[in-house]
């Protein structure tokens, strides 16, 4: 079943009937055209739209592969289907070892977004914690209430205390959006 927008979420396991199918014996064209009637994806129709206008598997491919809007993925796929259809002979141990590479990234990615959750969640806690329990000092404790807001060394501290707290937030936030 054809999406109306194809897009590379199921690459990997394209890239496995592909290998699956050269195993059993098909050439490379019928083998990526099988495994993208089967799992279509954007890289294996770019490619095919390529080779059917009269470009070779290998110079599709690595005309796929120098397009820098195509995502990594993409890219790497491109790359291995040009070496491929260049080097010749059996093609399923390269495209076993680019499945296995691909589902290694989706861990990897995976994993990286499970940590900066944890990352976000420890952000939160350490920067609520202080103004809760400073916010509750002051309500409860006359003495605090007055150093705090009374006095100008204690002002100086909130607001130091405070100016830290944003900027330790804003600096671990752009830490964990860079990752």
């Known amino acids: 079943m054809k999406q109306s927008r194809l897009d ?4 990997e396991i394209a890239v496995g009937s ?34 059917d206008s009269g470009f070779s598997i ?3 491919g690595l005309r796929l592969a120098e397009d820098s809007t195509n995502s990594p993925n993409s890219m790497l796929t491109s790359n291995v289907i040009a070496m491929a259809a260049a080097v010749g002979g ?32 420890s952000i939160r806690v350490m920067t609520w914690v202080p103004v809760v329990v400073g ?21 100086v501290c909130l607001a130091t205390g405070l100016a830290l707290n944003i900027t330790g937030r804003l600096w671990a936030n752009s830490l964990i959006a860079a990752a």
């Open 90 to 121: 059996p093609a399923e141990h390269h495209f076993d070892a680019l499945a296995q590479t691909l589902a290694d990234r989706r861990q990897a990615s995976a994993e990286r977004v499970a940590q900066a959750s944890a990352a976000r969640a």
């Open 58 to 60: 290998a110079s599709a």
């Open 135 to 155: 916010g509750w000092l002051a309500v409860d404790d006359h003495s605090v209430r007055h150093t705090m807001f009374a006095t100008t060394a204690g002002f």
């Open 8 to 11: 590379d979420r199921h690459l």
């Open 18 to 51: 592909i290998a699956q199918a050269c195993r059993s014996g098909e050439t490379l064209t019928a083998a990526l055209r099988s495994a993208n009637d089967r799992h279509p994806t954007k890289t294996l129709t770019q490619l095919l739209a390529l080779h």
